[in-house]
């Protein structure tokens, strides 16, 4: 693709968009797809063009294309958002057993292969 050159689908997967619009009378869904797809073009035209003078194509798809969590990832991720904070009312630990529970389910997380 050249700097110059729009961005334009090709006749068949404009088909495809303009069928599932007569289908599910979604124009939200076609337009997202569409716009999808353009963000896609351009992005691997750029990381075209960076690879061939910086090599750094990967890092910017990467970057800007990330791979989902795994499920432990998205585990810890969630454990971590739920963060136990001490509640100590007159010496005593309030939460003590919450809050072991949650260490145990974490530690337990983290040794789970990626």
């Given at each position: 693709?050249?700097?110059?050159?729009?961005?334009?689908?090709?006749?068949?997967?404009?088909?495809?968009?303009?069928?599932a619009?007569?289908?599910?009378?979604?124009?939200?869904?076609?337009?997202?797809?569409?716009?999808?797809?353009?963000?896609?073009?351009?992005?691997?035209?750029?990381?075209?063009?960076?690879?061939?003078?910086?090599?750094?194509?990967?890092?910017?798809r990467?970057?800007?294309?990330p791979?989902?969590l795994?499920?432990?990832?998205?585990?810890?991720?969630?454990?971590?958002?739920?963060?136990?904070?001490?509640v100590?009312?007159?010496?005593?630990?309030?939460?003590?057993?919450v809050?072991?529970k949650?260490?145990?389910?974490?530690r337990?997380l983290e040794?789970?292969?990626?």
């Amino acid at each position: 693709m050249s700097n110059n050159e729009p961005i334009t689908p090709p006749l068949e997967l404009v088909k495809q968009w303009r069928d599932a619009l007569f289908v599910d009378h979604d124009m939200e869904k076609v337009a997202t797809q569409a716009a999808q797809w353009g963000a896609e073009q351009e992005l691997e035209a750029c990381c075209e063009w960076v690879q061939g003078y910086a090599e750094c194509g990967d890092s910017l798809r990467a970057a800007r294309r990330p791979k989902p969590l795994n499920l432990k990832e998205q585990a810890l991720a969630t454990l971590s958002s739920m963060q136990i904070d001490p509640v100590v009312v007159n010496g005593v630990h309030l939460n003590a057993d919450v809050m072991a529970k949650y260490d145990i389910i974490r530690r337990a997380l983290e040794q789970l292969d990626d």
